[in-house]
């Protein structure tokens, strides 16, 4: 069974620090998608990053950097130089076939909430 | 382009009562999920379609909701009769198609509260 694990609830960073959102998963396939998704306070969830599980290259966009690692099933998010508008709750989700092969089965961690202090 | 459409944002009922929530996709988006969003934590999937049939209902309370897309576009989600513990946000996103690469696109969401 897929699980995804983001074991940090809330997260309280002064602006212009750098902060890292831990998401662990696990999976039986080889072949997945990791994803992260930003929730602000309006409640809409925004697409923000997608890695497939070949893919191990680190990607940086911005401020943005994102580091997965396969041996360790993480897939982190980094933010450098924190702002208040990064303030919201940050979702990492895993991707793969469901057990009946031929759809999408997702699973979403419980969020980390990110408070960005002025 | 316009984004998925939701409605109610808010709705308040009793507990027994009956609501209904409608989604509207991204157009030309084939896979439409209803998720259960309960305060602090993450999504969980209700339902999903791939166009107007279910691939996936497993976590769906089949004894009080039920959801359906017609002709495979809009979507409503009900709940009858309602329980205390359905208060939360429903949440309708939408995907290109089923492929696991495929990001979703998430509606403002429902706000449920059952008193």
């Known amino acids: 069974a897929q699980k995804v694990t983001q074991a940090q609830t809330e997260i309280s960073v002064v602006e212009k620090e750098d902060v890292t959102l831990d998401c662990v998963y696990e999976?039986?396939?080889?072949?997945?998608?990791l994803f992260w998704y930003k929730q602000p306070p309006s409640g809409e969830l925004v697409f923000l990053i997608r890695?497939?599980?070949?893919?191990?290259q680190n990607e940086i966009s911005g401020r943005y950097s994102w580091n997965f690692q396969k041996s360790t099933s993480s897939f982190n998010f980094t933010i450098t130089a924190s702002q208040v508008v990064d303030s919201a709750v940050y979702f990492c989700?895993?991707?793969?076939?469901?057990?009946?092969?031929?759809?999408?089965?997702?699973?979403f961690g419980t969020g980390t909430k990110l408070q960005v202090i002025p | 382009e316009a984004g998925v459409a939701q409605s109610p944002r808010y709705k308040i009922i009793e507990k027994r009562q009956s609501v209904a929530f409608w989604c509207n996709p991204i157009?030309?988006?084939?896979?439409l999920y209803w998720y259960q969003q309960i305060l602090g934590q993450g999504p969980k999937l209700l339902i999903q379609?791939?166009?107007?049939?279910?691939?996936?209902d497993s976590q769906l309370p089949k004894d009080r909701f039920s959801a359906e897309r017609l002709k495979g576009v809009d979507s409503t989600l009900k709940i009858q009769p309602a329980k205390l513990e359905d208060s939360a946000v429903y949440l309708c996103?939408?995907?290109?198609?089923?492929?696991?690469?495929?990001?979703?696109?998430f509606g403002p969401g429902t706000r449920l509260t059952v008193l």
């Open positions: 996103a939408s995907s290109l198609n089923q492929r696991s690469y495929n990001e979703q696109f």
């Open positions: 999976t039986r396939d080889t072949t997945y998608y």
């Open positions: 890695r497939n599980s070949f893919d191990e």
């Open positions: 989700a895993l991707s793969e076939w469901g057990n009946s092969g031929g759809y999408q089965k997702v699973t």
């Open positions: 157009s030309g988006h084939a896979t």
């Open positions: 379609f791939q166009n107007n049939g279910v691939v996936d």
